[in-house]
């Protein structure tokens, strides 16, 4: 293969892996694709895929039935190897810390196939030193070999990161289109990363150091975290002042320099719920917009959650029954099955925790529900949930619901802003 890469390994076939390793594969790369999980695997040599993603199992029957994708549990030689594994946060004394031992555990797997020569990739969004923290396991696993902190540009294995920035449900599209920073612990290293990825790359790859390359991920995703805080906490105000924040928000727009963003329950999603904290985390004394914007966001929940319990309490009064209560979606984004860090499951458990038996879910990217619910729960569709439920909380804003009229005869939690709200109902302010 062009630029001696003759095989490439990605480590990790989710969300991000997988696509990554199609989209090589369709450039007619040989890719080895490593998992701990033995059924992804398995599926995935069938040429099926284990996530939802627009596009992709076609594009994965095709690789694999030409013979340019192949999955194992086994480590095995290669000339690069991706990293695109987990990398959440973990509670601590003094907040949240970085978790990176499942960056350890991928790390400590690839060593003993590594030979003179190899191209070591972290694509796992990571605080700031995560790349220097690989190598050094590295050359502890590899003492046989040189790596760029101790032999610098002359090292044995060239290290670099490369964080993803892809929107799941465009995530073919954009690994080709999207641009790419390089970063690597040395000059060199960021050089063969770039020529690897413009294999398949068509953006500009721009090459950096590996300190700044982490940043920059972080940077990107903290940035947008702290605009969607703004929005969340109007909402908060304008609930209290009685003001319809999307309209005040379309109103606003309407200047040419204000872009406000829509407001919901919270944030979710593998990078932006999780991101921030690894700044907060690495300085605590100076980011102090940022951890505030966490807070707004994590914090946005419990505030629907106070909504939903309203909205049952005066049904209850009102009636004297119990209310049965539906939630519609439990992905982080819309039109997609990506449950990570989702604020709409959270709330959707803690609701099926708090009214067992009386809550239905509406999710039509999934086939069964998560354990999490504990049979607290059942999933139905949707003109089940509007004739069963007198309370309903539009948590995603899936394009099914968006075609749906407003329900007519219910307490409509909106927090999309998607649903006009019944003439006949006292309004629950929207966030």
Same mark, same amino acid.
């Given at each position: @293969? ?7 390994? @990605? ?7 997988? *696509?990554?390793?199609? $989209? ?86 690839? #060593?003993?196939?590594?030979? &003179? ?63 790419? =920073?390089?970063?690597? @612990? ?26 700044? #390359?982490? @940043? ?39 200047? *040419? ?17 999780? %991101? ?7 300085? *605590? ?51 997609? %099955?990506?449950? &990570? ?24 990217? =999934? ?23 007198? $309370? ?27 649903? *006009? ?11």
């Amino acid at each position: @293969m062009s630029a001696g890469f003759d095989r490439i390994c @990605m480590v990790g076939l989710g969300y991000i892996g997988l *696509p990554t390793a199609v $989209v090589f594969a369709l450039r007619g790369v040989n890719v080895i694709g490593l998992d701990i999980n033995e059924r992804a695997v398995a599926t995935i040599n069938r040429g099926e895929t284990h996530i939802v993603e627009p596009g992709l199992e076609d594009a994965l029957r095709r690789t694999v039935q030409a013979g340019h994708l192949r999955a194992t549990t086994t480590p095995e030689p290669a000339d690069a190897f991706l990293i695109a594994v987990p990398t959440p946060f973990c509670e601590s004394g003094e907040g949240r810390d970085p978790d990176l031992s499942y960056v350890e555990a991928a790390t400590r797997a690839i #060593a003993p196939v590594l030979k &003179r020569g190899d191209l070591v990739i972290l694509e796992s969004t990571s605080p700031v030193g995560a790349t220097e923290q690989m190598a050094a396991w590295l050359a502890e696993a590899r003492p046989d070999l040189t790596f760029p902190q101790t032999a610098g540009e002359a090292s044995d294995i060239r290290i670099a990161h490369c964080p993803e920035r892809i929107l799941p449900g465009h995530a073919l599209t954009e690994l080709v289109t999207n641009d790419r =920073i390089i970063g690597g @612990m040395t000059e060199a290293c960021a050089t063969r990363a770039r020529k690897l990825y413009k294999l398949a790359v068509e953006g500009d790859c721009i090459e950096t150091d590996c300190r700044t #390359a982490e @940043m920059a991920k972080l940077t990107e995703n903290s940035f947008r975290d702290v605009n969607i805080a703004f929005a969340n906490e109007l909402s908060l105000i304008c609930d209290k002042l009685d003001i319809n924040v999307w309209e005040l928000i379309r109103l606003a727009n309407r200047h *040419p320099r204000v872009n406000i963003l829509q407001p919901g329950p919270g944030v979710g999603g593998h990078c932006i719920a999780v %991101d921030p904290w690894f700044i907060v985390s690495q300085a *605590p004394a100076e980011a102090r917009i940022i951890r505030a914007a966490r807070e707004i966001n994590d914090g946005k929940p419990e505030w629907v959650l106070a909504k939903v319990h309203q909205a049952v309490a005066e049904h209850a009064a009102e009636t004297g029954e119990a209310a049965r209560i539906a939630c519609f979606g439990l992905a982080f984004k819309p039109n997609i %099955d990506d449950l &990570r860090e989702s604020p709409s499951l959270g709330i959707a458990t803690r609701l099926a925790e708090a009214y067992p038996g009386r809550v239905d879910i509406v999710e039509p990217f =999934i086939d069964e529900l998560p354990g999490a619910f504990d049979n607290r729960a059942k999933l139905v569709r949707p003109t089940e949930a509007v004739c069963a439920c007198k $309370v309903i909380v539009l948590l995603v804003d899936h394009d099914d619901f968006k075609a749906m009229p407003a329900p007519a005869d219910a307490r409509v939690i909106d927090t999309r802003g998607i649903w *006009p709200r019944p003439e006949s109902l006292t309004p629950i302010a929207a966030q």
